[in-house]
């Protein structure tokens, strides 16, 4: 990998910064790898209808489909009520819609980066954290 786990978390912090969260205060950010390494940001957005509301990693996996770029080799994700700037007092783990997402696009080697801080993070990959998948394979005939 050209970008460095610390470099994926340094984004992942920096997008957190736009995280639209009046409701919950709870601020996520991912930063996407794409396999040409190209890093895609994104934050949670949420609303006052509270079901429209969409994860950081999706927000980035989003961003990042809209705009044609659809390999991927790592994502980095930070989360923390709003007092919380970068030392997270916990890992922030992919919810399970934003995990299925990941699998659409993702094999099971992708990385899933978890950081409480630049240097103390945990990296999984999708096969470990989305184990006996349903994925675009299943469909084909
Ligand atoms: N959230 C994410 O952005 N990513 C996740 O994987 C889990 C939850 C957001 C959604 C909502 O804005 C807030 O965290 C509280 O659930």
Same mark, same amino acid.
């Given at each position: 990998?050209?970008?460095?786990?610390?470099?994926?978390?340094?984004?992942?912090? %920096?997008?957190? @910064?736009?995280?639209?969260t009046?409701?919950? *205060?709870?601020?996520?950010?991912?930063?996407?790898?794409?396999?040409?390494? @190209?890093?895609?940001?994104?934050?949670?957005? &949420?609303?006052?209808?509270?079901?429209?509301?969409?994860?950081? &990693?999706?927000t980035?996996?989003? @961003?990042?489909?809209?705009?044609?770029? *659809? %390999?991927?080799?790592?994502?980095?994700?930070?989360?923390?009520? %709003?007092?919380?700037?970068?030392?997270?007092?916990?890992?922030?783990?992919?919810c399970?819609?934003?995990?299925?997402?990941?699998?659409?696009?993702?094999?099971?080697e992708? %990385?899933?980066?978890?950081?409480?801080?630049?240097?103390?993070?945990?990296?999984?990959?999708?096969? &470990?954290?989305?184990p006996?998948?349903?994925?675009?394979?299943?469909? @084909?005939?």
């Amino acid at each position: 990998m050209k970008v460095s786990y610390e470099q994926l978390i340094e984004n992942a912090i %920096e997008a957190r @910064k736009m995280a639209y969260t009046p409701y919950s *205060k709870y601020k996520v950010g991912a930063a996407l790898l794409s396999s040409d390494n @190209k890093i895609i940001k994104g934050c949670n957005i &949420e609303n006052a209808a509270y079901g429209p509301t969409n994860c950081a &990693e999706r927000t980035a996996f989003f @961003k990042a489909v809209s705009e044609g770029v *659809k %390999e991927f080799s790592a994502i980095a994700i930070v989360g923390g009520l %709003e007092n919380e700037t970068d030392l997270f007092s916990d890992y922030a783990f992919p919810c399970g819609v934003c995990r299925q997402v990941m699998r659409e696009f993702c094999d099971s080697e992708f %990385e899933i980066v978890v950081a409480r801080s630049t240097d103390d993070y945990k990296v999984y990959t999708l096969g &470990e954290l989305l184990p006996e998948s349903f994925g675009p394979d299943n469909l @084909k005939a």
